[in-house]
């Protein structure tokens, strides 16, 4: 009786150990905008709505806007820097037609300012041919 307890735990903690893997995999940050996806780290420090502004403003640099923030003003940013990876799907006609770009993203936790510096970029196999 003791052992058929034991089984059942062991059966309990399997299936939780694997819903807890795949909430993991919905919390890692992946962002599909227009024709780019848009990847953070699944540990990213950046909140789900930062990320969202973050996303959009690498596929759409031109939409980025900062606040003026006093404090940031007196005593300079509140910065979080991290690499974010984009891939910008069916560049190209023939294989390998996606485009897989590494960024360094800082941005300031009060005012939102934010600087993106491509520090990389490769050509991947990811969309089949037309
Ligand atoms: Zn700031
Ligand atoms: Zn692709």
Redesign the pocket.
């Known amino acids: 009786m003791k052992k058929r307890i034991s089984i059942l735990l062991v059966i309990l903690v399997m299936l939780g150990s694997t819903i807890g893997v795949s909430a993991d995999d919905q919390i890692g940050g992946v962002y599909e905008i227009d024709h780019v ?1 848009v990847i953070f780290d699944e540990n990213s420090q950046f909140s789900t709505d930062k990320q969202e502004v973050i996303a959009n403003l690498l596929v759409h640099p031109e939409y980025g806007v900062a606040q003026a923030n006093l404090i940031c003003a007196l005593f300079g940013h509140d910065n979080i820097s991290e690499t974010v990876v984009t ?4 560049v190209n006609d023939t294989s390998p ?2 485009l897989q770009e590494l960024f360094t993203v800082t941005s300031c936790n009060r005012c939102g300012e934010t600087s993106t510096e491509r520090t990389g970029y490769y050509y ?1 196999t ?2 089949p041919a037309d």
Do not use: M
Not at 87 to 90: A, S
């Open positions: 996806t891939i910008t799907h069916k037609r996606c991947i990811c969309c």
